[in-house]
Nanobody
Framework: QVQLVESGGGLVQAGGSLRLSCAAS????????MAWYRQAPGSQRELVAS???????NYVDSVKGRFTISREDVKNTVVLQMNSLKPEDTAVYYC?????????WGQGTQVTVSS
């Protein structure tokens, strides 16, 4: 059974940093895609950053230069380092893992950035 466990959310002042971590257990081999999504109140869930097994990285424009995604395939973990946080980054952040055609989501972790 695949399980994603997220950690690292919290409350931070604007300009601060947070580090989100997601550990995926029960996956055989390496995930095709490991990513972070976020959903703010009243908004649709959006892709924040993704990392493919081939090494491709992708970021939504609003976080480029501030957020960095990294993964460790041996441990099936993915980390989102978030710097220079802004109030508009406030959302629930979800870990997303895809292996072949199968997709799993984490339970979500709240990130709140105060102005």
């Amino acid at each position: 059974q695949v399980q994603l466990v997220e950690s690292g959310g919290g409350l931070v002042q604007a300009g601060g940093s947070l580090r989100l971590s997601c550990a995926a257990s029960g996956i055989i081999g390496s995930a095709n895609v490991m990513a972070w999504y976020r959903q703010a109140p009243g908004s649709q869930r959006e892709l924040v950053a993704s990392s493919t097994r081939g090494g491709s990285l992708n970021y939504v424009d609003s976080v480029k230069g501030r957020f960095t995604i990294s993964r460790e395939d041996v441990k099936n973990t993915v980390v989102l380092q978030m710097n220079s946080l802004k109030p508009e980054d406030t959302a629930v952040y979800y870990c997303h893992v895809r292996v072949g055609s199968q997709i799993w989501w984490g339970q979500g972790t709240q990130v709140t950035v105060s102005s």
